[in-house]
């Protein structure tokens, strides 16, 4: 009876699992994990693979309910037990996923290079696609766009060929992502469009969403507003019925940005000021920073400037936090790439004294010439090994320093600049010598990317900093320290000589042709020089507001901080 009892206990446990691991993917999250609850206590007496499904199914709640930090932890407490290798590979594609969430892109790279290694040894269809559309969402967030692509169509493909309906609906919605990423619209709306087909078909009401959201941002972006709003809405409803936190923050910041540019600046004035808490417990700072931005441009347009400046400081920070966690990005990618290589060299090596070890096994009668052979051999192996130890330093001091260069316009970027620009004003305080900080901004650039597209605004920025470069590059410290704005440090300059500078500069920009025809690249000016023992966060302060009152006077303009300025 008691054996008995055990068994009836046993399939009445894995019944209920099977339950849950049904509504996990077809009902908001909160039914599946009502009935993990419950089956909390009998986890003891689970098989380890029960053990497991239930632990990736609590992972997957963890992070749709917003805790990732949880997911994480779980994730890796996974990771150290005995478990099969479907459910590792499985776990490994979840770590992944919630550290491109968490922004631990290090992680992510470890927990995909661990995934690719291991989906070898496990014929699982789902599971292959579902780690090849992983590494397309992680490519996607690097900048890696075409690779992203690359990999989107092998996780469609491999779940295609087998069947997978659900494996190819989060395969052709991460296609789809990489498309929209790299502004290939008519491509996105075409695979969005299909990812609303086969999402339906999976009865997948997460990721349905997340394609209904992707679907209604790019019609945004081609100004197909009436149908963008359509599909947005809908998809909040439905990230909200999900409770899925993260995917409802960033669909009602695209409808902030729709009725922001339909003129129902109050409408999106409401969803902003509401949604940067969300951003903030989220760590979005990116999206925190587009808030912000939005905020302060209605604040401006309605004359409260002094909302709009307050706005535009809390941009800032934003920003900064968000540039500092992409420079770390870009460093653990170019880092990962540099150790794949370093354990490719590394076994090169190794197959090669392998080969030196059958020869002298397999040629003993002639020990002498073997011995000459061996240490010839040898004198290569250590040649070799120091020429590309060399090669390899110098490969990491490129890396490094590729990681403190904005890629577009190879100048210093945010954190460089202004770490060079503090030693600068060091100097310049020791040496008692003058200093002058410049901040600069393109006039409309946002105009520019929204009507005629980032490649054309891509073009702008790289020849400002061309002209910056002419004229500055000879006398000072030059950076891209966002998106349009640029900053420029001179020490022995004094104001009216950057004056005339900037005057022959803004000359010069307005005679760029940038691709657009009827409209001029401009730009505003805010100027500032050190005062004695000032610090770099209030001589940047004064710049700033400068720059400000420049662009509120009409841009195109160039305004010099006043003396007094706080």
């Not at 989107?152 to 052709?172: M, S």
């Not at 650039?445 to 470069?469: S, T, W």
Request: charged share 25%; hydrophobic share 40%; aromatic share 6%.
């Amino acid at each position: 009876m008691a054996i008995l009892t055990a068994a009836v206990a046993g399939d009445e446990f894995q019944r209920q699992l099977d339950l849950a691991a049904e509504l996990n993917l077809t009902a908001p999250w909160p039914e599946s994990q009502a009935i993990l609850d419950e089956l909390e206590p009998q986890l003891d007496e689970a098989t380890p693979d029960q053990f497991a499904t239930f632990q990736l199914l609590k992972i997957r709640n963890l992070a749709l309910a917003g805790n990732v930090n949880k997911g994480l932890d779980l994730t890796r407490q996974l990771l150290e037990q005995p478990i099969a290798p479907e459910y590792r590979l499985d776990a490994l594609a979840r770590g992944a996923n919630l550290s491109v969430l968490a922004r631990r892109f290090e992680e992510a790279f470890e927990y995909l290079q661990a995934g690719l290694e291991l989906q070898t040894e496990v014929d699982d269809p789902e599971l292959t696609s579902y780690v090849y559309s992983m590494a397309a969402d992680i490519f996607r967030n690097v900048g890696e766009i075409e690779r992203a692509i690359d990999h989107g169509h092998r996780a469609v493909t491999v779940a295609a060929d087998h069947g997978q309906v659900r494996a190819e609906c989060v395969a052709r919605m991460r296609l789809s992502a990489a498309y929209r990423a790299g502004n290939y619209l008519p491509e996105a709306l075409e695979h969005y469009r299909a990812t609303l087909d086969q999402c339906q078909m999976a009865e997948d009401p997460v990721f349905y969403a997340i394609a209904e959201f992707g679907l209604g941002d790019t019609l945004r972006l081609k100004d197909r507003l009436e149908e963008a709003e359509t599909h947005l809405k809908q998809a909040l409803e439905q990230h909200r019925e999900n409770g899925f936190t993260s995917g409802a923050a960033e669909t009602r910041l695209s409808l902030a940005h729709l009725y922001h540019s339909t003129d129902r600046a109050d409408e999106a004035w409401e969803i902003l000021l509401d949604l940067t808490g969300t951003l903030t417990e989220l760590s979005r700072w990116d999206f925190l920073a587009e808030a912000h931005r939005l905020l302060g441009e209605i604040a401006s347009t309605r004359g409260d400037y002094a909302q709009a400046f307050g706005h535009a400081l809390d941009q800032i920070e934003a920003r900064e936090r968000f540039l500092d966690a992409e420079r770390a990005r870009q460093l653990a990618y170019l880092e990962v790439q540099f150790e794949t290589r370093i354990k490719d060299q590394e076994l090169a090596l190794l197959r090669e004294q392998s080969r030196v070890s059958e020869l002298q096994e397999q040629t003993h009668a002639q020990q002498r010439r073997l011995h000459a052979l061996a240490y010839a051999s040898g004198g290569f192996l250590t040649v070799v090994l120091i020429l590309l130890l060399i090669h390899a330093v110098r490969e990491r001091r490129h890396y490094q320093r590729l990681s403190r260069l904005d890629s577009l316009t190879r100048l210093s970027n945010h954190t460089r600049f202004f770490d060079s620009a503090r030693l600068l004003i060091n100097e310049a305080h020791s040496n008692d010598t003058d200093l002058v900080l410049i901040l600069g901004d393109i006039d409309h650039f946002k105009l520019v990317n929204d009507v005629h597209g980032h490649l054309v605004g891509d073009v702008a920025l790289r020849q400002v900093a061309r002209l910056l470069k002419d004229t500055f590059a000879s006398r000072g410290l030059i950076g891209r320290i966002g998106g349009e704005e640029f900053g420029v440090c001179l020490t022995d300059e004094t104001i009216e000589g950057v004056r005339q500078s900037l005057k022959t500069l803004r000359r010069r920009l307005r005679a760029v042709d940038y691709g657009v025809d009827g409209r001029v690249l401009t730009m505003s000016f805010g100027i500032a020089q050190l005062r004695p023992g000032e610090s770099l966060g209030s001589l940047r302060q004064r710049a700033d507001l400068a720059l400000y009152k420049a662009k509120s006077a009409g841009r195109d303009t160039v305004m010099v901080a006043a003396e007094n300025n706080a």
